[in-house]
């Protein structure tokens, strides 16, 4: 069974960046193709992006391009979801998902405000 | 690529059946069956109802069916019950996913 838990709440000024952690159990994140969802307060859900087996590339968002990045690290089988030049629209919940979307972490707040 | 189109809202009474349509192009819900559904509850992540047009993953009640015709595709949810009450999301998923806007169900 797949775990993803995520790090907790932040708190970010407009134009920092932030660093959303995934951390992956009952399974290697090598196994996994990881993708990040985010969901603003009242709003539905939106793809930011995610790792393509089928290319081995990581592909974003074109609305994100040049913003985000994800990374992962398989030494502690975790992924990490990087924001930068943030803004007050920025401000949602922040979700990893393996790649069928059928596990996800519990989401995590980023709340930018200055 | 534009987010696939829902109905805001539906409802439905107790035991009755309700079908959420998720609208899309021939670039995406039209060219591939790849197309999942996901049922979120205030406050909680998304939970995977459907995949790959009409599959129910293990777990989800057989009350929940999925089909496509076209660049529609449609989720239906038979014999209501309360705790069907929530927001449904539909995805369309080929390389780059596109989410619905959502639809928020309501029992009656």
């Known amino acids: 069974q797949v775990q993803l838990v995520q790090s907790g709440a932040e708190v970010k000024k407009p134009g920092a960046s932030v660093k959303v952690s995934c951390k992956v159990s009952?399974?290697?994140?090598?196994?996994?193709?990881m993708h990040w969802v985010r969901q603003a307060p009242g709003k539905g859900l939106e793809w930011m992006g995610g790792?393509?087996?089928?290319?081995?590339?990581?592909i974003y968002a074109q609305k994100f391009q040049g913003r985000v990045t994800m990374t992962e690290d398989t030494s502690t089988d975790t992924a990490y979801m990087e924001l930068s030049s943030l803004r007050s629209e920025d401000t949602a919940v922040y979700y990893c998902?393996?790649?069928?979307?059928?596990?996800w972490g519990q989401g995590t707040l980023v709340t930018v405000s200055s | 690529q534009s987010a696939l189109t829902q109905p805001a809202s539906v409802s439905g009474s107790p035991g009755q059946s309700i079908t959420i349509s998720c609208t899309g192009t021939s670039s995406d819900v039209g060219s591939y069956n790849l197309v999942s559904w996901y049922q979120q509850h205030p406050g909680k992540a998304p939970k995977l109802m459907i995949y790959?047009?009409?599959k129910r993953p293990s777990g989800v009640s057989n009350r929940f069916s999925g089909s496509k015709s076209g660049n529609t595709a449609s989720l239906t949810i038979s014999g209501l019950q309360a705790e069907d009450e929530a927001d449904y999301y539909c995805?369309?998923?080929?390389?780059?996913?596109?989410f619905g806007g959502g639809t928020k169900l309501t029992v009656l």
């Open positions: 009952g399974y290697t994140l090598t196994e996994l193709s």
């Open positions: 790959e047009v009409s």
């Open positions: 998902a393996t790649e069928a979307f059928d596990y």
């Open positions: 995805c369309s998923y080929a390389g780059s996913r596109v």
């Open positions: 790792f393509d087996p089928e290319d081995g590339e990581t």
